[in-house]
């Protein structure tokens, strides 16, 4: 078992490319597109690496073996959940060593020198958020990610199950979609205000907003998470309960684990909400059953 160490640096371009055709690479051998958000969990059993949620303060931990296995913390936001995922994964794929991540407030703000960790890292990112999926999410709803506002990018990074600067990092540094002042402009806009100025106050839980330009039929979260939906959803069960209409869309609020289905009835949009336990702890196959079947 290794912790992270400092090398002698290879050519990061060269290294960022490796990583985005391993990216492309491990998408198609699960069957994946090149273009939709995906469940990263879903693409780790597609591998065959389990992963299981830990209640630790770490990021996360590839231990080598067969099975190979991902612990994650489940202290982290979900986003961060699955970035960290994304990263251990990128670890099985290049084929390295059990390695554990400590903690870290933004890998993809400070690059690591070893290069393996720079490879799983942005193999990470571009696994979540491929250059093509990136240039449909923008051109679908008319944006471009130069001028594109703050909530606008909070929106994609939604729709993508990433953090809102861990989005405008790879937009800006591998996919130069957007120009780094810009970039540095956005940062300092952070999420607990976009989410304060959507919903008329501050709120401590976490916010998914969902549009109907949203690509997959599948919305990820947790219980106590706010989910911001396209006018008029109506839920088919009591997992979520309405919260209130706002110019934006209809709020709801996660109750309970489990699955609904969402549809709004004049258009026929519908979408899958799966609710996990909020700081759900064992298998990521279990997160959103009502009883704890752990092994």
Not at 100 to 122: G, Q, T
Not at 224 to 232: Q, R
Request: proline share 6%; glycine share 6%.
């Amino acid at each position: 078992m290794m912790l992270r160490s400092e090398k002698t640096m290879p050519d990061r371009n060269a290294l960022a490319t490796q990583a985005m055709t391993a990216s492309i690479a491990a998408r198609t051998k699960a069957g994946l597109d090149l273009v939709n958000p995906i469940c990263i969990y879903a693409l780790c059993k597609a591998h065959k690496v389990q992963v299981r949620f830990n209640n630790i303060n770490m990021e996360g931990m590839y231990q080598r073996g067969a099975p190979s296995r991902i612990h994650l913390s489940a202290r982290r936001p979900l986003p961060r959940r699955a970035f960290n995922c994304a990263h251990e994964l990128g670890h099985h794929v290049f084929g390295h060593g059990s390695s554990i991540d400590e903690l870290r407030e933004d890998a993809k703000e400070n690059p690591w020198e070893d290069p393996k960790e720079f490879l799983a890292d942005n193999f990470a990112g571009f696994v979540l958020m491929p250059t093509l999926g990136m240039r449909q999410a923008f051109a679908k709803r008319g944006w471009k990610p130069d001028s594109a506002t703050p909530l606008q990018l909070f929106q994609i990074a939604c729709e993508f199950g990433v953090g809102y600067t861990t989005l405008i990092t790879h937009l800006s540094q591998s996919l130069n979609m957007l120009s780094r002042p810009r970039a540095t402009a956005l940062k300092k806009q952070k999420p607990s205000a976009i989410r304060a100025a959507l919903l008329g106050a501050l709120s401590a839980e976490p916010l998914i907003i969902v549009d109907s330009a949203w690509s997959t039929s599948v919305i990820d979260v947790e219980v106590g998470m706010s989910i911001l939906l396209p006018a008029d959803c109506e839920p088919d069960n009591e997992a979520i309960t309405y919260i209130k209409d706002l110019p934006e869309g209809r709020l709801f609020e996660a109750q309970q684990p489990g699955i609904v289905r969402v549809i709004q009835p004049v258009t026929g949009w519908a979408v899958f909400v799966r609710i996990a336990r909020k700081q759900y702890v064992g298998l990521a196959d279990f997160r959103h059953l009502e009883e704890d079947t752990d092994e």
